[in-house]
Antibody, heavy 122, light 109 residues
């Protein structure tokens, strides 16, 4: 059974870059069947899809974040990563990684990682 | 981008039926997925493709989708069903394909 686990600093200063990694266990990130996504949730608010990556490195980002987001993959470590630049307090959120099936017209997200809280504060 | 609208809250007594709606323009032409999120936990998929249940999800959870409204129905509600519920679609025609509703807080009275 595939499991995802987020990791990274819990505190980032304003204007700096947020960096998180999602480690995939129980399955290979190089499987051609899946997209690997980042999703975030500000405290007390709803879910926002950030973007996804395919094992080949192709990406798709939420246009509202596109100018600040980079998602990358390291197949040798079975990990994918998120970088969000020029962060502000509005980027404070729980960040989740999740998997979706690539060949579906209407994919869903399953499973999800447990999430990691990132606070932007000086 | 595509917009999904959910009521902020729904309340129901134990043993009764809860219905949580998700509104969107011609949402019946898309497949809708539902997630349950309990406090401090990650979302869990409870219904996919409008009405299918993942393994391990009770039959009490069901879904439907037609016209401009999708509905998650929880029968014989239990105290343990109290949670936030989110609908989600994938809008391939949009530059923002991954879309979630704003979430509905289900309170079991």
């Amino acid at each position: 059974q595939v499991q995802l686990q987020e990791s990274g600093p819990g505190l980032v200063k304003p204007s700096q870059t947020l960096s998180l990694t999602c480690t995939v266990s129980g399955g290979s990130i190089s499987s051609g069947d899946y997209y690997w996504s980042w999703i975030r949730q500000p405290p007390g608010k709803g879910l926002e899809w950030i973007g996804y990556i395919y094992y080949s490195g192709s990406t798709y980002y939420n246009p509202s974040l596109k100018s600040r987001v980079t998602i990358s993959v390291d197949t040798s470590k079975n990990q994918f990563s998120l970088k969000l630049s020029s962060v502000t307090a509005a980027d404070t959120a729980v960040y989740y990684c999740a998997r979706s099936l690539r060949w579906l017209q209407f994919p869903w997200f399953d499973p999800w990682g447990q999430g990691t809280l990132v606070t932007v504060s000086s | 981008s595509y917009v999904l609208t959910q009521p902020p809250s729904v309340s129901v007594a134990p043993g009764q039926t809860a219905r949580i709606t998700c509104g969107g323009n011609n949402i019946g032409s898309k497949s809708v997925h539902w997630y349950q999120q309990k406090p401090g936990q990650a979302p869990v998929l409870v219904v996919y493709d409008d009405s299918d249940r993942p393994s391990g999800i009770p039959e009490r959870f069901s879904g439907s989708n037609s016209g401009n409204t999708a509905t998650l129905t929880i029968s014989r509600v239990e105290a343990g069903d109290e949670a936030d519920y989110y609908c989600q679609v994938w809008d391939s025609s949009s530059d923002h394909p991954g879309v979630f509703g704003g979430g509905t807080k289900l309170t079991v009275l």
